[in-house]
């Protein structure tokens, strides 16, 4: 995925083991070097952190100047509040695509399917056209429901907070539906996979 959209940790990097004199032991058991020891190691960070799965959602509006359909995908979604109904996701401070969602007076979260790896590759791809080959309906905010999508959200951002170097963005839910069947796109170490949904 590239860095200009929401970024996808990508945990493949790793560091290697620390050196016999960098380790703690407790019950004769060799530990990593703990928090106190010296500088997180952000390729240590992804790897971990990418232990945990996430979905992969595409965030899309239409430009209001070009009239023209832009996104970005990202998979640092999630549900916050109930009453009011918020989301939120993260955004790349540097992103180039997210002004151009911004910009819009509603934006729309697709959930991503299982098989919809190469539309989530597209979203990500830095210039180009991003909605080029691809198929959708506009949501009652005039944004686009990619075909095949689990479910879209039309929701209206309340709040930016910069968080290092990322944007946390939270965001008023105004209306949402489900849309096709099946399982979801899964993000996990680097790499992308399903789940099988239930019957």
């Given at each position: 995925?590239?860095?200009?959209?929401?970024?996808?940790?990508?945990?493949?990097?790793?560091?290697?083991?620390?050196?016999?004199?960098q380790r703690r032991v407790r019950n004769g058991a060799a530990m990593p070097p703990g928090p106190s020891q010296?500088?997180?190691?952000?390729?240590?960070?992804?790897?971990?952190?990418?232990?945990?799965?996430?979905?992969?959602?595409?965030?899309?509006?239409?430009?209001?100047?070009?009239?023209?359909?832009?996104?970005?995908?990202?998979?640092s979604f999630t549900s916050v509040s109930l009453d009011p109904p918020l989301v939120a996701f993260c955004v790349?401070?540097?992103?180039?695509?997210?002004?151009?969602?911004?910009?819009?007076?509603?934006?729309?979260?697709?959930?991503?399917?299982?098989?919809?790896?190469?539309?989530?590759?597209?979203?990500?791809?830095?210039?180009?056209?991003?909605?080029?080959?691809?198929?959708?309906?506009?949501?009652?905010?005039?944004?686009?429901?990619?075909?095949?999508?689990?479910?879209?959200?039309?929701?209206?951002?309340?709040?930016?907070?910069?968080?290092?170097?990322?944007?946390?963005?939270?965001?008023?839910?105004?209306?949402?539906?489900?849309?096709?069947?099946?399982?979801?796109?899964?993000?996990?170490?680097?790499?992308?996979?399903?789940?099988?949904?239930?019957?």
């Amino acid at each position: 995925m590239s860095t200009h959209a929401a970024r996808l940790i990508a945990p493949d990097g790793c560091r290697g083991l620390p050196t016999p004199h960098q380790r703690r032991v407790r019950n004769g058991a060799a530990m990593p070097p703990g928090p106190s020891q010296g500088h997180l190691d952000t390729l240590r960070f992804r790897q971990v952190l990418g232990r945990f799965a996430t979905g992969v959602v595409a965030i899309t509006a239409v430009e209001p100047v070009s009239e023209e359909p832009c996104g970005l995908a990202a998979n640092s979604f999630t549900s916050v509040s109930l009453d009011p109904p918020l989301v939120a996701f993260c955004v790349a401070h540097t992103s180039t695509s997210w002004p151009r969602v911004r910009g819009a007076k509603v934006v729309t979260v697709n959930v991503l399917a299982g098989h919809q790896q190469s539309v989530c590759a597209q979203l990500a791809a830095k210039g180009g056209d991003k909605f080029a080959g691809l198929t959708w309906t506009g949501s009652p905010g005039g944004n686009p429901v990619l075909d095949g999508a689990l479910a879209w959200i039309d929701c209206a951002v309340e709040a930016e907070h910069l968080a290092g170097d990322h944007m946390i963005v939270v965001a008023r839910v105004l209306q949402l539906d489900t849309h096709a069947d099946g399982g979801p796109l899964v993000f996990f170490r680097g790499g992308y996979g399903g789940f099988v949904a239930p019957a």
